[in-house]
């Protein structure tokens, strides 16, 4: 026996075998001949992108609706802008269309970055909103492609639901008391309190500019000395008869002048307030610094904001405790995850806006990503009546103070088109936003 021969040949055959077993493994030209076996998903185009606009209670809302090549699957996304509802539907029928017709639905990072810079003049709130009922469009097709709800896709649960708060109005302290208590009975743990509206304009009467007849008849007036005033009481009142345990929110909606916001802020701080929510204007951004300098009242901020960068110097500087988004004033999930996970590095937790005009489609959204993220901070809760519930069918709803989502694929609410179609968008605009004016008639800025 030629043991020499035997031993070569070993060898020799030890080579195909380890030359054989890693082109037969990975195969890097036959695994993009084969993409549509790795991935377990067949190819899938974007055949039509369209608005679906219903405004059923005076509230006008605007869902982009994407279908796809596979008969039956499409997605829809939270595109709500009231305040300028035709531009936003312009925006999506005659330009997102267009752009995104026979494109890989499955792309979601490709689309946004493409669609974002596709009009080279970019991120106002129009070109957002239509660009995050793309996204979070987009994102529910996925979901209904994996058979997973969204959460699932952004890394799963961290915790078991969504905790809320809730808005506790009224034109006296006694009413926003009496809120107060009904709401923690309900089992709310977060409580917002406001006295006459944002800036109790509702309780400043006979100003001057209205005796001159400046301005509008429906202009309204705020009076900044009663709202510094009765904001004081409401927390005072709030904290004596419902306890220490309650977490108490206000929004200052940046309606004071800077060092009046710092003054009130330092005055709320014995009262140990959850969050001050918008104490400035984003045009007095600059302020923050010294605001933070005399008061350690943890601050909420950024629903006017456009873009995730203007998230970077204030998380690096230490500025906001809590991201006030609208998700798709910045342009839907993707974008929003990016902050989320920026603030998780500064330790700045997530507070997603969830006003009335946030389409539920768009309150998924938000509770898809509030699932997600570990570094959750509170959710508003949204309020859905029965008639938008027949509307968008699976849509969020609340108990004991949680949000709970549809457990679907995908973002979990549809929209029944047909009676979305009888409440059709007004061709008058039916709200701008609120006119506030000081006694002299100069204009507040919101
Ligand atoms: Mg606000």
Same mark, same amino acid.
């Given at each position: 026996m030629n043991t020499k021969l035997n031993r070569r040949d070993a060898i020799k055959n030890l080579g195909i075998f380890t030359a054989s077993a890693s082109v037969g493994m990975v195969n890097p030209l036959k695994a993009a001949d084969n993409n549509k076996n790795l991935t377990g998903l067949p190819p899938l185009k974007i055949t039509k992108v369209k608005s679906i606009a219903t405004c059923p209670e005076r509230t006008e809302l605007v869902i982009v609706k994407v279908e796809t090549s596979e008969p039956g699957l499409f997605g829809f996304g939270c595109a709500t802008f009231r305040q300028r509802a035709h531009a936003v539907v312009a925006a999506i029928d005659k330009y997102l269309n267009d752009f995104c017709v026979g494109k890989d639905v499955d792309n979601i990072e490709d689309l946004w970055q493409s669609t974002y810079q596709s009009s080279y003049w970019r991120n106002g709130p129009v070109l957002n909103n239509a660009l995050s009922g793309l996204d979070q469009a987009l994102w529910d097709i996925k979901g209904k492609r994996a058979n997973m709800p969204v959460y699932q896709l952004l890394g799963g649960k961290c915790r078991h639901a969504i905790d809320c708060y809730e808005s506790a109005g009224g034109n006296s302290p006694e009413e926003v008391v009496d809120k107060v208590t009904r709401y923690m009975e309900e089992g709310f743990r977060h409580i917002r309190i406001q006295m006459g509206g944002y800036g109790s304009t509702a309780l400043s009467k006979s100003?001057?500019?209205?005796?001159?007849?400046?301005?509008?008849?429906?202009?309204?007036?705020?009076?900044?000395?009663?709202?510094?005033?009765?904001?004081?009481?409401?927390?005072?009142?709030?904290?004596?008869?419902?306890?220490?345990?309650? !977490? %108490?929110?206000?929004?200052? =909606? /940046?309606?004071?002048? #800077? +060092?009046?916001?710092?003054?009130?802020?330092?005055?709320?701080?014995?009262?140990?307030?959850?969050?001050?929510?918008?104490?400035?204007?984003?045009?007095?951004?600059?302020?923050?610094?010294?605001?933070?300098?005399?008061?350690?009242?943890?601050?909420?901020?950024? !629903? %006017?904001?456009?873009?995730? =960068? /203007?998230?970077?110097? #204030? +998380?690096?500087?230490?500025?906001?405790?809590?991201?006030?988004?609208?998700?798709?004033?910045?342009?839907?999930?993707?974008?929003?995850?990016?902050?989320?996970?920026?603030?998780?590095?500064?330790?700045?937790?997530?507070?997603?806006?969830?006003?009335?005009?946030?389409?539920?489609?768009?309150?998924?959204?938000?509770?898809?990503?509030?699932?997600?993220?570990?570094?959750?901070?509170?959710?508003?809760?949204?309020?859905?009546?029965?008639?938008?519930?027949?509307?968008?069918?699976?849509?969020?709803?609340?108990?004991?103070?949680?949000?709970?989502?549809?457990?679907?694929?995908?973002?979990?609410?549809?929209v029944n088109e047909k009676l979305a179609a009888k409440f059709p968008l007004p061709d008058i605009q039916l709200n701008n936003w609120t006119q506030i004016r000081k006694n002299d008639g100069t204009i507040v800025r919101p």
């Open positions: 100003p001057d500019f209205k005796k001159a007849g400046f301005g509008l008849e429906r202009d309204g007036y705020m009076d900044a000395y009663n709202y510094r005033k009765g904001t004081i009481e409401i927390f005072e009142k709030t904290r004596k008869h419902c306890g220490e345990k309650i !977490e %108490l929110l206000h929004d200052m =909606h /940046e309606r004071l002048q #800077p +060092m009046e916001a710092i003054n009130l802020i330092k005055e709320l701080e014995q009262y140990r307030p959850f969050f001050i929510e918008d104490p400035f204007s984003p045009e007095n951004n600059r302020y923050f610094k010294l605001l933070r300098e005399n008061t350690s009242v943890p601050i909420a901020m950024g !629903e %006017l904001f456009n873009s995730p =960068h /203007e998230w970077i110097d #204030p +998380m690096k500087d230490l500025l906001f405790d809590f991201i006030r988004i609208h998700i798709s004033q910045i342009g839907g999930i993707t974008p929003a995850m990016k902050v989320a996970r920026l603030g998780e590095a500064f330790n700045v937790l997530t507070a997603w806006h969830g006003p009335g005009d946030v389409s539920p489609v768009g309150h998924a959204a938000n509770g898809h990503i509030d699932l997600a993220v570990w570094n959750f901070g509170i959710q508003e809760s949204p309020n859905i009546s029965d008639k938008l519930r027949e509307i968008f069918p699976g849509s969020p709803f609340l108990k004991d103070g949680y949000m709970y989502i549809n457990e679907v694929p995908g973002l979990g609410v549809e």
